[in-house]
């Protein structure tokens, strides 16, 4: 079982930035595939960008996000620049051991969530 926690959300400014964290239990290295999802407000939960052996990114967000791990420090970041508010939502980060190849960015390839941290951009 894996633990994920949040944390980096916040309120900013349309064209600022963030960088959203989020640390799991145990070590995730390689074994797991992790992903960024969000969920605004009154809709579905929605993949962002997923990690793996490559990066995998949601149209809306290519050239302004970026997924990143630190397998040291049981780390999974997303550095959000050039924020708009149709960014604004619930963000959380999510961990499989096997993810269908095909959609990486589906919420039901995933099976540990954390808790989730606001974005809100204004």
């Known amino acids: 079982h894996v633990q994920l926690v949040e944390s980096g959300g916040g309120s900013v400014q349309a064209g600022g930035s963030l960088t959203l964290s989020c640390v799991a239990s145990?070590?995730?290295?390689?074994?797991?595939?992790l992903a960024w999802f969000c969920q605004p407000p009154g809709r579905e939960r929605e993949g962002v960008a997923s990690?793996?052996?490559?990066?995998v990114y949601a149209d809306s967000v290519k050239g302004r996000f970026t997924i990143s791990q630190n397998t040291a420090k049981n780390t999974l970041y997303l550095q959000m620049n050039s924020l708009e508010p149709e960014d604004t939502a619930m963000y959380y980060c999510?961990?499989?051991?096997?993810?269908?190849?095909?959609?990486?960015?589906?919420?039901?390839?995933?099976?540990?969530w954390g808790q989730g941290t606001q974005v809100t951009v204004s």
């Open positions: 145990k070590y995730i290295g390689n074994e797991y595939s």
């Open positions: 990690i793996c052996s490559i990066a």
């Open positions: 999510a961990a499989a051991r096997t993810v269908y190849a095909g959609d990486v960015l589906g919420k039901n390839q995933y099976e540990y």
